[in-house]
């Protein structure tokens, strides 16, 4: 089962790292990680994406919850629980105008963007969930030669009154 798990954090040097070196003593994946300063710049809030079923979840909760920095933890099994985006940067080689035209029709019909152009090269930015990042790639790649890509990782928010922000 697909997992996100967030985690509030001082943002002190080595605390990522305990976070992830726990991941990996344990044996657990880590799929996608990003990190970054929450409002609060001493605190950084991390989102994890892990596969594994409850038990599995449990025990990563429990040993993050032990760790020295950690502030507060939080998991979500299904997408419905949150709000999740993936950003994609994915870098097109455009010899021809049919390409170029062809990218931009894309890029319209997926709401996505085009940051940068040169005469042979686009760098097309997409946001949206993992999944729909996959089949923007998928179709990209049936369209152009791609040269370079770059994902995010997994960010999400908890729907509704849940909030893993500390109170004021």
């Known amino acids: 089962m697909r997992h996100l798990v967030s985690i509030l954090t001082e ?3 080595g605390a990522l790292s305990r976070i992830v070196g726990l991941f990996s003593q344990r044996g657990y994946n880590i799929e996608t990680i990003t990190a970054a300063p929450t409002d609060d710049k001493t605190i950084s809030r991390i989102n994890i994406l892990t596969y594994g079923g409850a038990e599995h979840i449990e025990q990563i909760t429990k040993q993050l919850h032990k760790l020295i920095n950690v502030i507060k933890v939080s998991s979500f099994e299904e997408s419905d629980d949150a709000v999740e985006r993936e950003l994609l940067f994915v870098k ?3 010899p021809t105008r049919a390409i170029r035209e062809e990218l931009k029709s894309l890029c319209d019909i997926f ?3 085009i940051v940068d152009v ?3 090269l686009y760098i097309l930015q997409y946001v949206s969930t993992s999944a729909d990042v996959d089949r923007f790639l998928k179709v990209i790649l049936e369209t ?3 040269i370079e890509t770059i994902r995010s990782g ?3 928010i908890a729907r509704g009154e849940h909030s893993l922000q500390l109170p004021s």
Do not use: F, R
Request: hydrophobic share 30%; charged share 30%.
């Open 118 to 120: 040169t005469p042979d």
């Open 144 to 146: 152009a030669e791609i």
């Open 92 to 94: 097109v080689h455009t």
């Open 154 to 156: 997994v960010c999400g």
């Open 11 to 13: 943002n002190e040097t």
């Open 111 to 113: 709401k996505a963007e």
